[in-house]
């Protein structure tokens, strides 16, 4: 017996010396799903006291961890992107701002991204859904051939996107680097000047339209919406605007299947909420607040997908979700979607001032939520936190290396984000429309600098700036209603010299 018990047992112990590092490092690499929602409020989650039901985004916050004070960098899309990926505040350079449908890439080919983290650790990475941050080189991408650079050159294996958004053409989806279901024989082409081809357009044609413009958006029609921009050809690659979220949710399946044995870091980034919102015939009517209300349930159900896939294939125990928003909500943004009509008491930005684009709360402060394997349940935490610190924060996770130079305004606040720690910044820089930057201190005093500019977003969301030419203070507990910087002129200059210390830091 002893004979047969040895070598049994020198197998078990080499089986210990070569699986258990792999067996501990898939332990301690979970799973890393970011969904990041469009122009979503805190309101607009029945949790957080909307009225619209969202049944699935609600358990993400009943048993996981929520950041009551976390900030998208920028009250606009791309740039809140942009920081996001590389650790860097998208104001630093100009050309960052919201991309038309045909622009360059952004990030450039190389750089190190959030993305690349994850791959460096030994992940699986994707990106499904909105880009926004710019495919191709400097003549911008080539739609009828190979679209690069792109996410492939920065971090991720996959990628499945739409280029810019659905308001802008072209309306197509790009898989890795190619226009989906091109017909050579019918190139695309695009321009964000002069009319191209004989495509109607919804200035010329309005009679074709199934959903009226209000303001801009009324260039080349495409599935009866008319877009910022003209295109004409590769009607074969066209997508349905109904169609959009299933596609992704699938495409987010498809990548997840085939990572097999690998942890994976899915960037799973929706379109529901922001404009044309089109949600799919199942849930048109099924809300009380019109469209709007509509693609809220839609991207409620996408959620419960992933949250349902996980469960079936037994990784949701091996799987870290985070979800937020790109910017706070808006209403009308260039479609007649009866949004501000119908939102009766439905309080999107949750008591917040302001919205998308604006330089009060509304525009930057936005749901976050951690939810997962570890994350202490139904738990909040209201230390400021900042979604420029996911690239140092996961880093610091999975013990990579970074560089600092490049992710210059990233910190690693990863125990706050686990429910580990009890502190979170010093500070941080919210990017409102027109380049106007405004600080947030520790203790809970707002800053917005002196500056001329309208007080209404002026294209008609009925939206405020935030904008002054008198200095701006405010405690955030009490609201964004009493200016304080007459009363308290210490404070302001402390402020103000903080916030030139983060815009100039070298």
């Known amino acids: 017996m002893t004979q047969v018990k040895k070598p049994l047992l020198f197998i078990y112990l080499l089986c210990l010396v070569f699986y258990a590092p792999r067996i501990y490092s898939q332990e301690s690499k979970p799973n890393v799903i970011l ?85 460096k650790a030994g992940y699986k990475t994707a990106v499904v859904g909105k880009w926004h941050l710019g495919l191709g080189g400097k003549e911008g991408p080539d739609w009828n051939g190979e679209i690069k650079p792109g996410p492939l050159e920065i971090g991720f294996d996959h990628a499945f996107l739409i280029p810019a ?113 089109i949600a799919h015939e199942r849930f048109q009517g099924k809300s009380d607040f019109g469209p709007r209300g509509d693609v809220i349930i839609q991207l409620d159900e996408a959620v419960g997908a992933l949250l349902d896939y996980l469960e079936r294939k037994d990784l949701l125990d091996q799987t870290l979700i985070l979800f937020s928003s790109d910017n706070g909500p808006v209403w009308d943004d260039g479609y007649v979607d009866q949004a501000f009509e119908l939102i009766a008491d439905h309080d999107a930005t949750g008591g917040l001032r302001g919205g998308k684009y604006s330089a009060f709360e509304g525009g930057t402060r936005v749901p976050f939520v951690v939810f997962g394997p570890g994350i202490p349940k139904g ?90 030419e008198k200095p701006q203070l405010y405690r955030l507990d009490q609201g964004e209603y009493e200016n304080l910087a007459e009363k308290m002129p210490e404070k302001v200059a402390q402020l103000a010299a903080e916030l030139d210390a983060i815009i100039f830091k070298k």
């Open 35 to 119: 969904i990041y929602t469009d122009d979503l409020g805190f309101g607009d989650i029945s949790f957080c006291g909307g009225k619209i039901p969202t049944p699935n985004i609600d358990r993400l916050f009943k048993d996981g961890l929520s950041l009551t004070n976390a900030y998208s960098t920028a009250a606009t899309c791309t740039p809140s992107r942009y920081s996001l990926l590389t650790g860097e505040y998208a104001w630093r350079a100009k050309g960052r701002g919201v991309a038309p449908g045909n622009a360059s890439a952004l990030i450039s080919a190389g750089r190190q991204t959030l993305a690349s983290v994850f791959q």
């Open 165 to 277: 958004t659905g308001d802008r053409i072209p309306t197509v989806f790009v898989k890795d680097r190619r226009v989906v279901n091109l017909d050579p024989k019918d190139p695309i082409q695009v321009s964000y000047g002069e009319k191209i081809g004989d495509w109607p357009t919804g200035k010329e044609n309005p009679e074709l339209l199934t959903t009226m413009y209000s303001h801009g958006h009324d260039q080349t029609i495409t599935n009866g919406i008319s877009r910022i921009g003209y295109m004409t050809g590769g009607t074969s690659a066209l997508w349905r605007d109904e169609d959009i979220s299933d596609r992704l949710v699938s495409e987010s399946f498809l990548f997840m299947d085939k990572a097999e044995e690998n942890p994976f870091f899915l960037y799973f980034s929706t379109h529901d909420i922001h404009v044309p919102r």
């Open 379 to 468: 738990e909040s935490r209201n230390h400021i936190f900042s979604q420029v610190d996911l690239l140092a924060s996961f880093a610091g996770l999975l013990s990579v290396e970074f560089d600092p130079n490049s992710a210059v305004d990233s910190e690693n606040h990863i125990d706050l984000l686990l429910g580990k720690s009890q502190s979170g910044r010093q500070g941080l820089v919210q990017e409102a429309i027109q380049n106007v930057l405004t600080y947030v201190s520790e203790e809970g005093f707002k800053y917005i600098p002196p500056g001329k500019g309208p007080d209404m977003v002026p294209w008609g969301p009925k939206i405020e700036t935030g904008f002054s």
